[in-house]
């Protein structure tokens, strides 16, 4: 690096203004040589001024300055090597060689000086002396302590970005601001005049109408090719080790402050210098930009202001091209807070595993190196662009935590381990309440980490699987809703509530319920609003079982009744308050089951919104119980009656039989002295006292022997008369 007693000097024939950049930039290990032009643009006045002027009469653009003077940064000679890091000669540079989509119409970047606005309206007035420079034509996003403003110079019709400060005691190093000035605009945009008065505080700088990198990530989605990453590492290095050599420090390093300056060849400059940069060396106004820690380094959090930052920063834009999504972003490409991403930095290391590619890996490695002083570099840098495989330093290692046959030094690892080995973590946070070896030992751990929200959840009483799901969401905040081995994100419980009757399922609902973890994953994705969920879910099933109860004989804990509990689970989400409405109204209309008195009486009920789905699902699964009952009774109720039919006809049987007896003794009396009757009256004497027998024997046996004595002798009496009338005839 150079050192910062590097100056720029202005050029002896012209008088330096503060609207003049000094074509003189100071130089560095990245310049070509004394003989050599600053910049890749200066070859001389019969070079063409841009990539677009093939001829002296070309149109310019706006960015174009007059024939006599090269005014872009593209106004070089084509074969001046740019820096030290500068590629081979090979390499793609344009969009098109890159295979990038280059923008079709203008757009936005949210930078203070890339190509983002807020159309033609403008609420920022100009103060006079800037006014009599520059026309406002419309605001652009406004950063965290500055209103910025598209203008057009009066004296050239140049394309501007006017940066205006809020506040009139905002520090100003002018010293600085001068050296910036008159910086090699070959890699940082340009500062073209700023001003310090009654009137407030601006700067004017250059305008990068195509935007900035993250707009060309924003089109050109997934992962970069390595050609592709490494024009931008090539540009981006030689721009930091240039502004490191001038003594700034960035500290904001990130795709929306790398401008696009050109698309054909592809050339990216650094932004957000200027007062900026000076003014964040007092008040960290960067805080304001948006998902600005997710490219800050460790030691930030903590003011430090040096080099090391910058390369960090770098590494992380890096890791993003090169697997297509920020390490601190999740699946759904959401963001994680600024608080997380500050815990992440501090408990361990950037996951740089998703890149394919050794080489690019190693490098991203040593950019993320968590120890500033260990950290790459541009001499790091320098060599692995030329092919070399400079060393990385591990990172720290904290205090080890023995779990499932492995040392963990990493949460968030441990938190996965704890995970994947659930039984195993209920076992080891079972020791809480007798405070067991193995839980003293994670306490400590946690206890040296630092991880206070961990200690104090050791320390609250709980339940063991609420336990193991809440230690589990502080290792690893932003890992999957996993609960007994389970993903519980709401897809996934609609499909485990089918299989509820088996028993592993119907086991995991129990301890999912008795334990109320549902709590424990709200605001994981897939998990919104769990904790209202969770207590839905407890009202509908208490009220489930109360009216479960007026169902007399119905089993509560029956298959049916389990899978109810597991559906309410689903009802208990907003918006589900009616999903069983249809199917509980036809199940009410049954006539079998409204015979049931309790089972009107649960139709005609009137409950709370919030419980109507439990209602409807007593009603809907009691509705076959309830018409079976019914036919249970009815059949019952004919079987009664056919049993009193019987009942009746035996008595009439028995009221005849105890009137047999002594009809058979009169008849068998009667057959002995009334002549001729006897023929007849001794067999019917016969039968009446055998079934007078049933009920009294002495009487009905009488009436047999003397109706069978009778029977006899008028048949022996009827023979002898037959007999003598046939001799008489004779």
Known sequence: MAADDDRPTANNGAPRTTRDAGPAAPRTTLDAGSATPRTTRDAGPSAPRTTRDAAPHAPRTTRDAVPETPRTTRDAAPET????????????????????????????????????????????????????????????????????????????????????????????????????????????????EWRSGEHGIWEMLEYAEHGSLADLMQRTPGRWSPAQVRVVLEQTAAALEYAHSLQFVHRDIKPQNLLVRSLDPLDLVIADFGLATVVAQTREMRQTTSRTSAYAAPEAATGEASRALDWWSLG????????????????????????????????????????????????????????????????????????????????????????????????????????????????????????????????????????????????????????????????????????????????????????????????????????????????????????????????????????LAVAPGYASDSPPARLARAQLLLTSFPGQEGALRQQATAAGADPEARHQPWFRGLCQAQVPPHLRAAQDLVITLLRPYAADLTARQRAEAHRQAQIAEQRRLAERRNSLDRASGPIGLALALGGCFVPFVGIFAGPAAVYFGVRGRRVMATGSTAAIVIGVISTIVWVIYLMTVVAGTAASNS
């Open 81 to 192: 090597p740019r820096t030290t890091l500068d590629d081979a000669p090979d390499t793609p540079r344009s969009t098109r060689d890159l295979g990038l989509a280059a923008p079709s119409t203008r757009t936005g970047n949210g930078s203070a000086t890339g190509g983002s606005g807020t159309g033609a309206f403008r609420r920022v007035n100009l103060p006079p002396d800037l006014d009599e420079l520059v026309v406002a034509e419309r605001d652009l996003d406004a950063g965290g302590e500055a209103d910025i403003v598209l203008a057009r110079r009066r004296d050239n019709g140049e394309h501007v970005v006017i940066r205006l400060y809020r506040r009139l005691d905002t520090p100003v190093d002018a010293a600085k601001l001068d050296r910036l000035r008159a910086a090699d605009p070959r890699h940082l945009i340009r500062l073209l």
């Open 316 to 547: 992380m834009v890096l890791v993003e091209l090169l697997t297509g999504q920020h390490p601190f972003q999740r699946r759904d490409r959401t963001w994680m807070s600024d608080v997380m991403i500050v815990r992440e930095l501090t408990v361990h290391d950037i996951d740089v595993s998703d890149i394919h590619d050794d080489s690019w890996e190693l490098l991203c490695r040593g950019l993320l190196t968590r120890s500033p002083e260990h950290r790459w570099g541009a001499e790091q840098v320098r060599q692995w662009l030329g092919g070399a495989r400079p060393r990385v330093v591990s990172g720290r290692q904290g205090p080890q935590f023995a779990f499932a046959n492995a040392l963990y030094s990493d949460p968030v690892e441990l938190g996965r381990a704890f995970r994947e080995h659930w039984p195993a973590a209920r076992r080891l946070l079972k020791g809480q309440a007798n405070r067991a070896p193995a839980f003293l030992n994670f306490r400590e751990w946690a206890e040296k980490l630092g991880l206070d929200a961990l200690t104090r959840t050791l320390d609250r009483p709980n339940r063991e699987n609420r336990l193991v799901a809440q230690v589990i969401r502080v290792l690893d905040p932003e890992g999957p809703a996993v609960f007994a081995g389970y993903e519980v994100t709401s897809d996934r419980l609609a499909g485990m509530v089918q299989r509820a009757g088996q028993e592993d399922i119907n086991a995991f609902f129990r301890m999912l319920f008795d334990d109320g973890a549902l709590a424990v994953y709200d605001g994981l994705p897939g998990c919104d609003g769990y904790a209202l969920v969770d207590e839905r879910w407890h009202q509908s099933v208490d009220h489930f079982d109360q009216q």
